[in-house]
């Protein structure tokens, strides 16, 4: 039900952005965000948008991340830039979907050093 995309390696420094694209059938959605996990380290919370725009990022992100959303397409945006090393991580999107939350497959970001 959610589409997870975007990732990939990227110098210090650099840029991407995520996307998480809830499908047609799911209806309009809620709240949308990520998280990100590394393995062997609790999930980290990143960024979250609501259906009004309000936004709430995580401390280690502020300043350099920016979320966004088009509601007509049920589809989520992540802007990452000046991407570090400990940014590595899976990155998951999620939204409340029929009364759960629902996660996307995971894209995976690398950062070199």
């Known amino acids: 039900q959610l589409m997870d995309s975007g990732g990939g390696v990227v110098q210090a420094g650099g840029s991407l952005r995520l996307s998480c694209e809830a499908s047609?059938?799911?209806?309009?959605?809620?709240?949308m965000g990520w998280y990100r996990q590394v393995p062997g380290k609790e999930r980290e919370f990143v960024a979250l948008?609501?259906?009004?725009?309000?936004?709430n990022y995580g401390d280690s992100v502020k300043g350099r991340f920016t979320i966004s959303r088009d509601n007509a397409k049920n589809t989520a945006y992540l802007q990452m830039n000046n991407l570090g090393p400990d940014d590595t991580a899976l990155y998951y999107c999620?939204?409340?979907?029929?009364?759960?939350?629902?996660w996307g497959q995971g894209t995976q970001v690398t950062v070199s050093s």
């Open positions: 999620y939204a409340p979907i029929g009364g759960i939350v629902a």
């Open positions: 047609r059938s799911t209806g309009s959605v809620g709240t």
């Open positions: 948008i609501t259906t009004s725009l309000m936004t």
